[in-house]
């Protein structure tokens, strides 16, 4: 199984701000890499797959990269409904997994 | 608009059962794979079962497998997960969710619905 590490766990940031957030892939994965978003009691939202592709109806300000066993979410300015927990996932490798999620908050 | 609506949560004893089912609409629901996650407070999201379109294609994780039967009935709309002897690990918030692409599984899942929660206890 593929385990895929998020970092940091949680990111204290302020709107405006520029935040990056780390995935890592125990073993590459090639570009199969998608990224969610989840607010509390919602479910996921599909932000980017593809490792760069913005889903329909994503804002601009989302943007990925990455690819093997390296990804990173880069959102360009922060945005007050932007706080939220953020899931990377693999579907490079049988069976499909998730990270452990990275908690951005105020 | 799209829209998933999952309900047959609850509370149900160990060794018990459930039914989960899954409401589709907003689009032509037997032209997608259809998965079934399920999440507990504080991890991402773990796959438990798909099916595809035409219910030719079915997978279980490991977890589960011998123990839920995923199915859907594409007259109505609807998938539905059946859950039988059921543990404390089995207790999470299910998600029916849909694939990307149409007639194919890309695994990459654009619309979830709100969850249904399953809560095992004595």
Redesign the interface.
């Known amino acids: 199984e593929t385990v895929?590490t998020q970092s940091p766990a949680t990111l204290s940031v302020s709107p405006g701000e520029r935040v990056s957030l780390s995935c890592s892939a125990s073993q590459s994965i090639s570009s199969?890499l998608?990224w969610y978003q989840q607010k509390p009691g919602?479910?996921?939202?599909?932000l980017i797959?593809t490792s760069s592709t913005r889903?329909?109806g994503i804002p601009a300000r989302f943007s990925g990269s990455g690819s093997g066993t390296d990804f990173t979410l880069t959102i360009s300015s922060l945005q007050s409904e932007d706080f939220a927990v953020y899931?990377c996932?693999q579907?490079n490798n049988w069976?499909?997994?998730?990270?452990?999620?990275t908690k951005v908050e105020i | 608009q799209v829209l998933l609506v999952e309900s047959g949560g609850g509370l149900v004893k160990p060794g018990g059962s459930l039914r989960l089912s899954c409401a589709a609409s907003g689009f032509t629901f037997s032209d997608y794979y259809m998965t079934w996650f399920r999440q507990t407070p504080?991890?991402?999201?773990?796959?438990v079962s798909y099916i595809s379109h035409s219910a030719t294609t079915i997978y279980y994780?490991?977890s589960v497998k011998g123990r839920f039967t995923v199915s859907r009935d594409n007259s109505k709309n609807s998938l539905y997960l059946q859950m039988s002897n059921l543990t404390a690990e089995d207790a999470a918030v299910y998600?029916c969710?849909r694939d990307?692409l149409r007639f194919s599984s890309?695994?990459?899942?654009?619309f979830?619905?709100?969850?249904s929660l399953v809560t095992v206890s004595s």
């Open positions: 895929m199969s998608a919602q479910a996921p939202r599909l797959y889903a329909t899931y996932q579907y069976p499909l997994t998730f990270g452990g999620g | 504080g991890r991402g999201p773990e796959l994780g490991d998600y969710a990307r890309s695994w990459v899942h654009d979830w619905g709100q969850g």
